[in-house]
């Protein structure tokens, strides 16, 4: 075989076990997935977010939280089944210091606008382009979600919307939450 046959072949390859790793999804530690977790949680802790009707967020400001940070796009069909599921997610952790953030790379802040009405999602939407914080990231594709501990620590990341994906962030996610916050007393169960 040629060099350039062979070179053909292995990028074919690369784009075929990419898919089949976006497809099947990945669940673990950050730098499985490719992600340095220092650097991302330096990108996050820096990053200000714009709503699509103009607010801002400074995710620095959820420090003290448990978040989950979902990265997708209106025209991602995985994203398109995800996305409910993180909006339930979020319902169960308003108010109890956690929340799931959701960032369009969508390039028109009007798609995601229209994606959130029909879709009646109630989780925080932001819009965010693709060359903002996901490039920052050097996301390779979407879904892809990072869950960030309390100390804005990445806890997970994860590629894909499969059943075992959403398994991993929302068991991370509880068991974060269930975790005294840093810094609280200590409680002794059964004690009077």
């Known amino acids: 075989m040629g060099d350039r046959s062979a070179r053909t072949a292995l990028a074919i390859l690369g784009i075929g076990l990419g898919a089949l790793w976006a497809s099947a999804g990945w669940a673990g530690p950050a730098h499985d997935a490719g992600l340095d977790p220092e650097r991302a949680r330096r990108a996050l802790a820096a990053h200000t977010l714009r709503t699509v ?17 979902n990265f997708w796009a209106s025209w991602c069909a995985p994203c398109r089944k995800e996305l409910p599921r993180l909006d339930r997610l979020h319902a169960e952790l308003a108010g109890r210091g956690g929340r799931v953030v959701a960032i369009s790379i969508d390039h028109e802040a ?26 920052t990231l050097d996301l390779s594709h979407v879904p892809f979600t990072i869950v960030l501990d309390r100390d804005g620590g990445v806890a997970l990341a994860t590629a894909g919307a499969d059943a075992k994906a959403l398994e991993a962030i929302t068991a991370t996610t509880r068991r974060l939450m269930a975790a005294a916050p840093a810094g609280s007393p200590a409680v002794a169960v059964g004690a009077r």
């Open 53 to 69: 009707d103009g607010r801002t967020l400074a995710l620095a400001s959820l420090r003290g939280e448990v978040v989950v940070v």
């Open 110 to 135: 009007r798609n995601v606008r229209r994606f959130v009405a029909a879709h009646r999602l109630s989780l925080p939407v932001y819009h965010d382009g693709p060359d903002g914080l996901a490039r």
